[in-house]
């Protein structure tokens, strides 16, 4: 059974960084891709992040990119959102899913096994 825990959500203010983790247990971690999904209160789901097993492609949405980066880290069956300059637009709940593609604007559909998510909290 694939289970994914997301972590390192919390309350920050404006300008300033946190760094969520995602492991992955279950399935054989280096052959998948690793997606980053936010979803703030009446919006829709949104793709922030994706970067394929190998970790040489990645997609950062417009409005992030430039301030967050993705990393991951096979040996640990974790991957990582660093979240730099911080803004309350960025206020979400942040889910972290494995699947097999991460496109130039990925789908939810491409991902299988999704985290419960972790609050990120931008106080202005």
């Known amino acids: 059974q694939v289970q994914v825990v997301e972590s390192g959500g919390g309350l920050v203010q404006a300008g300033g960084s946190l760094t969520l983790s995602c492991t992955v247990s279950?399935?054989?971690?280096?052959?998948?891709?690793l997606g980053w999904f936010r979803q703030a209160p009446g919006k829709e789901l949104e793709a922030v992040s994706c970067?394929?097993?190998?970790?040489?492609?990645?997609y950062y949405a417009d409005s992030v990119k430039g301030r967050f980066t993705i990393s991951r880290d096979n040996a640990k069956n974790t991957v990582y959102l660093h979240m730099n300059s911080l803004k309350p637009e960025d206020t979400a709940m942040y889910f972290c899913?494995?699947?097999?593609?991460?496109?130039?604007?990925?789908?939810?559909?491409?991902?299988?096994?999704w985290g419960q998510g972790t609050q990120v909290t931008v106080s202005s």
């Open positions: 279950g399935l054989t971690f280096n052959d998948y891709t």
């Open positions: 899913a494995e699947g097999l593609l991460c496109r130039s604007l990925p789908l939810t559909g491409d991902f299988s096994d």
């Open positions: 970067i394929k097993w190998s970790g040489d492609s990645t």
